[in-house]
Nanobody, 125 residues
């Protein structure tokens, strides 16, 4: 069964850090591009970062550039999103997604084939 499972979300104070994990089962992430998206209440789903499968090229939305870092550990079949200097506006449900078109890096949700269930990140004092 193909599955993506996010973990690592929670409640953190402004300025704090969290590391989200996206673990795959039922398939190998090596050949997939992986994206991280977030959706805040009343807002559209936003692509915040992605990493391709070929050369590890990455993309970051302007809103998180310099703040978030995406990485992948193919041996663990897991992709991470390190989030530092968190702000209240980072509060959202964070989703990871996998695209069979591994050579690219995509911010459009339609490009992705598999999705996790999401993990809540709340930044509040």
């Amino acid at each position: 069964q193909v599955q993506l499972v996010e973990s690592g979300g929670g409640l953190v104070q402004p300025g704090g850090s969290l590391r989200l994990s996206c673990a795959a089962s039922g398939f190998t992430l090596d050949y997939y591009a992986i994206g991280w998206f977030r959706q805040a209440p009343g807002k559209e789903r936003e692509g915040v970062s992605c990493i391709n499968s070929s050369d590890g090229s990455t993309y970051y939305a302007d809103s998180v550039k310099g703040q978030f870092t995406i990485s992948r550990d193919n041996a663990k079949n897991t992709v991470y999103l390190q989030m530092n200097s968190l702000k209240p506006e980072d509060t959202a449900v964070y989703y990871c997604a996998a695209s069979r078109s591994g050579y690219g890096c995509y911010t459009d949700p339609i490009e992705y084939d598999y999705w996790g269930q999401g993990t809540q990140v709340t930044v509040s004092s």
